[in-house]
């Protein structure tokens, strides 16, 4: 017997108990476990933890013309790590083909990829078209359509028609947070019933035994990294606020280094006590966290930011912004300030490193990284599959 699911931070999804005795098919697009970004990550915790449920069988669909062998290999081990027995449809078409199938002459529907799945669960920047098969899809952020320059017309032209097919067919929708619940309802046109925030938790990528972690003495060795140091993880946008950052740590050079790690870094200016690091492997990006004096992730917009729950778990004090989704993954465990105002960052910078290491500021990151699970959000994810089938019959 399954019971509704308490769910105080977030919409209340409507439950049906005679639904929930059926198991039923979903079919999957882990397409964008190829890319290495958050929405990759979230694409295998979040299967990992469905297909740990009762009732749900996974059928998993990917497509990729270029990477196609890569993309057989990293299905087949996702299956294997999740226990999931179905043969997956792995296509070799490229993206641009997909999306010019999908949106532009309308062919290759759900039906015909996967037949017989009750719910198709849909990449956001692929939705493919549907004879009957509800559609769900996961949306991360509206970024590209808050801030120019973040995505080739062309790609939001997509994104655009994606989610409008979302809304004209009156499809359920995942967002990560109630930022991007409140981003899809002003710019789209979705039933405030059919958008469901469900959060996202700490990747299972993210986590080594604490024996696997570089010492600080192996850091220094391995990136020359001499001094304590502000961490920064993520790709060089606009809205990632990176100039603020490196005007920030110039109060502190002084005393600390600056690390940023991630993509599109190549375009910073060197500066003495500034690294720069890409292509870095799992082990020594969490080593990163661990020894960190804290992470300054200052965006101006986020759809969750998944690095600061990175950071809370191993125990590195956050520095984040006010505004977007960021408080409220955050809440009170990190130090929030106005990332347009160099004069709060300096100060909320200041505030972390004489107390962001005490034991109540400890206490509070471990507290608040209970607030997240992927079984949770697993749980959630079923009910609004369920919510789907139900309105697709």
Same mark, same amino acid.
């Given at each position: 017997?399954?019971?509704?699911?308490?769910?105080?931070?977030?919409?209340?999804?409507?439950?049906?108990?005679?639904?929930?005795?059926?198991?039923?098919?979903?079919?999957?697009?882990?397409?964008?476990?190829?890319?290495?970004?958050?929405?990759?990550?979230?694409?295998?915790?979040?299967?990992?933890?469905?297909?740990?449920?009762?009732?749900?069988?996974?059928?998993?669909?990917?497509?990729?013309?270029?990477?196609?062998?890569?993309?057989?290999?990293?299905?087949?081990?996702?299956?294997?790590?999740?226990?999931?027995?179905?043969?997956?449809?792995?296509?070799?078409?490229?993206?641009?083909?997909?999306?010019?199938?999908?949106?532009?002459?309308?062919?290759?529907?759900?039906?015909?990829?996967?037949?017989?799945?009750?719910?198709?669960?849909?990449?956001? +920047?692929? #939705?493919? =078209?549907?004879?009957?098969?509800? *559609?769900?899809?996961? !949306?991360?952020?509206?970024? $590209?359509?808050?801030?120019?320059?973040?995505?080739?017309?062309?790609?939001?032209?997509?994104?655009?028609?994606?989610?409008?097919r979302l809304a004209a067919t009156h499809s359920h929708v995942i967002a990560v947070s109630q930022q991007t619940r409140r981003d899809l309802l002003e710019l789209f046109s979705f039933p405030e019933d059919h958008v469901h925030v469900i959060p996202e938790a700490v990747p299972s990528e993210s986590i080594v035994s604490p024996k696997e972690l570089f010492t600080r003495q192996e850091i220094?060795?391995?990136?020359?990294?001499?001094?304590?140091?502000?961490?920064?993880?993520?790709?060089?946008?606009?809205?990632?606020?990176?100039?603020?950052?490196?005007?920030?740590?110039?109060?502190?050079?002084?005393?600390?280094?600056?690390?940023?790690?991630?993509?599109?870094? +190549?375009? #910073?200016? =060197?500066?003495?006590?500034?690294? *720069?690091?890409?292509? !870095?492997?799992?082990?020594? $990006?969490?080593?990163?966290?661990?020894?960190?004096?804290?992470?300054?992730?200052?965006?101006?917009?986020?759809?969750?930011?998944?690095?600061?729950?990175?950071?809370?778990?191993?125990?590195?004090?956050?520095?984040?912004?006010?505004?977007?989704?960021?408080?409220?993954?955050?809440?009170?465990?990190?130090?929030?300030?106005?990332?347009?105002?160099?004069?709060?960052?300096?100060?909320?910078?200041?505030?972390?490193?004489?107390?962001?290491?005490?034991?109540?500021?400890?206490?509070?990151?471990?507290?608040?990284?209970?607030?997240?699970?992927?079984?949770?959000?697993?749980?959630?994810?079923?009910?609004?599959?369920?919510?789907?089938r139900r309105d697709g019959k």
């Amino acid at each position: 017997m399954y019971t509704s699911i308490r769910l105080p931070q977030w919409p209340r999804l409507l439950y049906n108990e005679a639904m929930a005795k059926d198991n039923f098919q979903i079919g999957f697009d882990v397409t964008p476990i190829l890319y290495n970004r958050g929405v990759s990550r979230y694409t295998t915790n979040i299967i990992r933890a469905l297909a740990q449920t009762d009732d749900v069988t996974l059928k998993l669909f990917g497509s990729s013309f270029r990477a196609n062998r890569q993309l057989r290999t990293q299905i087949t081990e996702l299956q294997k790590d999740a226990g999931i027995d179905t043969k997956p449809t792995v296509l070799a078409f490229p993206p641009a083909f997909l999306k010019n199938m999908w949106y532009g002459v309308g062919r290759l529907h759900i039906e015909s990829l996967m037949p017989k799945v009750d719910v198709f669960h849909a990449w956001e +920047e692929l #939705i493919p =078209p549907s004879y009957k098969t509800p *559609t769900v899809a996961t !949306i991360h952020d509206l970024a $590209l359509f808050k801030f120019e320059g973040i995505a080739h017309p062309t790609t939001k032209e997509k994104h655009t028609l994606a989610l409008k097919r979302l809304a004209a067919t009156h499809s359920h929708v995942i967002a990560v947070s109630q930022q991007t619940r409140r981003d899809l309802l002003e710019l789209f046109s979705f039933p405030e019933d059919h958008v469901h925030v469900i959060p996202e938790a700490v990747p299972s990528e993210s986590i080594v035994s604490p024996k696997e972690l570089f010492t600080r003495q192996e850091i220094e060795l391995r990136f020359g990294i001499h001094k304590p140091y502000f961490l920064w993880v993520g790709v060089n946008e606009p809205r990632k606020n990176i100039d603020r950052i490196i005007e920030t740590w110039k109060h502190f050079s002084k005393d600390f280094d600056l690390v940023l790690v991630g993509q599109g870094l +190549e375009r #910073i200016r =060197p500066i003495p006590g500034l690294f *720069t690091l890409r292509g !870095i492997g799992k082990v020594e $990006l969490t080593s990163l966290f661990s020894k960190a004096q804290l992470l300054l992730f200052p965006s101006l917009y986020e759809g969750f930011g998944l690095p600061i729950l990175e950071a809370f778990y191993y125990g590195c004090p956050v520095v984040t912004s006010h505004i977007s989704a960021m408080p409220e993954v955050a809440d009170d465990a990190a130090v929030l300030v106005d990332p347009t105002d160099i004069d709060s960052l300096v100060a909320g910078v200041q505030n972390s490193i004489e107390n962001g290491h005490n034991a109540k500021s400890q206490k509070k990151m471990k507290d608040r990284l209970k607030q997240y699970s992927w079984s949770e959000s697993a749980k959630k994810t079923k009910e609004v599959y369920r919510l789907a089938r139900r309105d697709g019959k």
